[in-house]
Nanobody
């Protein structure tokens, strides 16, 4: 059974840092486009960062460029999102997801191609 499990969320003051992890079980994600998405209360889900199969390319939402870094550890089958200089507006539930087709370039920050999702981890940034 394919499963993605996020961890690492929590409460942090503005300007602080967190690292989210997404552990995959049931399959090897290295051949899939992987992404981090977030959804704040009352807002649409938005793509935050994606990483191409093999990890050679990444892309970010403008709102997090220069502050967030997506990475993966193939040996641990784990995806990460390192978040620095956190802002109040980064408060949201964060989800990791995998595109369904192997070894296909990422389509972008839209959630449509992503077929496997974790349950999310909450990030709360306070002043």
């Amino acid at each position: 059974q394919v499963q993605l499990v996020e961890s690492g969320g929590g409460s942090v003051q503005a300007g602080g840092s967190l690292r989210l992890s997404c552990a995959a079980s049931g399959y090897t994600y290295s051949g899939h486009c992987m992404g981090w998405f977030r959804q704040a209360p009352g807002k649409e889900r938005e793509g935050v960062a994606i990483i191409w199969p093999g990890g050679g390319y990444t892309a970010y939402a403008d709102s997090v460029k220069g502050r967030f870094t997506i990475s993966q550890d193939n040996a641990k089958n784990t995806l990460y999102l390192t978040m620095n200089s956190l802002k109040l507006e980064d408060t949201a539930m964060y989800y990791c997801a995998a595109e369904g087709v192997q070894w296909r370039s990422c389509s972008g920050l839209s959630s449509d191609p992503f077929t496997t999702w974790g349950r999310g981890t909450q990030v709360t940034v306070s002043s």
